[in-house]
Structure formats: C-alpha cells, structure tokens
C-alpha cells in the first residue's frame, strides 16, 4: 500500500523556521521524483520545489528560490523541505507528491497545516 506521510507543519513566526519530512512506503521511493505543492485558503494548489530521483536537479517557485530547499535521503524513502524566513503568504496546507518515471502514476500525502503568524 502506497503512503506517504508529511510532518513538521506548525504555527511559526515571521522569519522562522520548519522543516517539513515526507516519509514514502509502498513504492520504489529512489526511481521517482518528488514534489512540493501547498494549497493556500481560496487559492488553487501550487508546486512549490521538486527534486529529480537521484537528488542532483532541483527546481523552486520564484516565489521561495533563496528560502526553502528540497532534499531527499533515498535510504530513508524520505524527502525534505526546509523553509527559512518564513513570511505570512507562506501560510497553507504543504503536500508531497511522487512522480513516477515517465509520469505514468502520481501519489499525494495527506498534507501538513503551515501556519506563519505574529
């Protein structure tokens, strides 16, 4: 069975820190790519960072390049977002997303609550 968990949302303040993990089961982590999404109140989801299988090639949202970074640990069938000065419009629900070669199949996590506030 296909899983995939996020954690490490929360409430922070303007300027912070989180680290958001995505852990996957139930698949070949290593042979898929990985994506960021968030979904803001009222607005459509969006990508936010994704990483090729190896790790080697990343692409961000303008709207993050300099503040978030995505990594992943392929021994631990795991994918990171690390999100540095954090602003309030970064405030949404963060979703992980597997690709698989070639595009034929996609899973999403769950999501996990992102909260910047004073």
């Known amino acids: 069975q296909v899983q995939l968990v996020e954690s490490g949302g929360g409430l922070v303040q303007p300027g912070g820190s989180l680290r958001l993990s995505c852990a996957a089961s139930g698949f070949t982590f290593s042979s898929y790519g990985m994506n960021w999404y968030r979904q803001a109140p009222g607005k459509e989801r969006e990508l936010v960072a994704s990483?090729?299988?190896?790790?080697?090639?990343?692409n961000y949202a303008d709207s993050v390049k300099g503040r978030f970074t995505i990594s992943r640990d392929n021994a631990k069938n795991t994918v990171y977002l690390q999100m540095n000065s954090l602003k309030p419009e970064d405030t949404a629900v963060y979703y992980c997303?597997?690709?698989?070669?070639?595009?034929?199949?996609?899973?999403w996590g769950q999501g996990t609550q992102v909260t910047v506030s004073s």
């Open positions: 997303k597997a690709v698989s070669p070639g595009v034929t199949r996609a899973y």
């Open positions: 990483i090729t299988s190896t790790g080697v090639n990343t």
